[in-house]
């Protein structure tokens, strides 16, 4: 959550590539929360969060909802959400009992509506996650330390404000620990998309610029020629791809069924596994893997020191202590210090 330049929030994969919303076996929700039908004990509503409409995406997931709904032995039908709140809410009531969730929506569907991440998108490069980057003109002569010298000779390219990898991953895993704010740091801060600000640090109208390591191999692909041009000075943590979660109270045998459903789907050399990677790579996937919600953490990092900076700015010194005491121990955890 999206390959490619476009802006991304809390997961890359296929959120850019394909719609990621679904329609399903007579169910038609747009959405909306009072639309949600409660399923019957013989049905799993799978959910995903659209971007662009059920129209788009439905061809594209119905394939692998189908072979869920025969592999499990239960009716699977398609949940419908272009608010990831809303989906969300949704996994709280009950009304969906499994979804493709984004990184961020997964963590609020884990600590909201007692949800269960059981596996994790590997798109078709064999990659599970992504990495914020920062970017120079190839022989600049510019360093990360010049970068850090934080002395408003520089322009700096960033996303928009809930841009993960060119605003918000910088900003935690980067400035936060050297108390340093891009706002006091450079000479100009101009927000825009990836593909832009790739193409002004390549023509030396931008010094260095955030974008992330999938914007770099498209532009390497399509246009060599700017991707030549830049080069990369500092890259963050490994950060999640969507994942599937499960709702904690459904069936143990059900729930188990659905996890090994997912962790096999295109594995094996016969023509059922070949057809299974098709429907996958239409999805920008190449497998699932085993996951749980520890493979968040970088998103709760970034959450962390979001709710920092601003219980700071707030001169909360009780909620700063406590964010501060949150973001601590995960960076811990993570046992890299940025």
Known sequence: MR???????????????VA?????????????????????????SFAILSAQGQASAAPLWQPLLDDMSRSIGVRVTAHFANDYGALVDDLARGTAQ??????????????????E????TVNLDGQDSYHAVLIVKRGSGLTLDGVLACDRTLDYGVGDARSTSATLAPQAFLFSPRRLQPETCFRAVRSDNHERHAREVASGILDVAATNTPTLAALAQQNPS????????WRSPALPEGGIVLREDMDPALKEKIRGFF????????VVAERQRRVLAGLHYSRFI?????YLDPVREILADEALNHARASGDRKAAAAAE???AALRAKREVQP
């Open 325 to 327: 005491q949150n973001l």
């Open 117 to 120: 991440v059981v596996a994790r």
């Open 98 to 115: 499994a979804a493709w969730l984004s990184a961020q929506p997964a963590i609020d569907a884990v600590d909201r509506a007692d949800a």
């Open 290 to 294: 085993a996951a749980d919600a520890d």
């Open 20 to 44: 990621l919303g679904l329609i399903g076996l007579g169910v038609s929700s747009c959405g909306r929360r009072d639309e949600a039908v409660s399923p019957d004990a013989g049905t799993v």
């Open 263 to 270: 962790l096999s789907y295109g594995r094996g050399n016969d």
């Open 226 to 233: 700017i991707a030549a041009e830049v080069e990369e000075i």
């Open 3 to 17: 390959p490619g330049g476009a802006t991304r929030r809390f997961g890359a994969g296929a959120l850019a590539v």
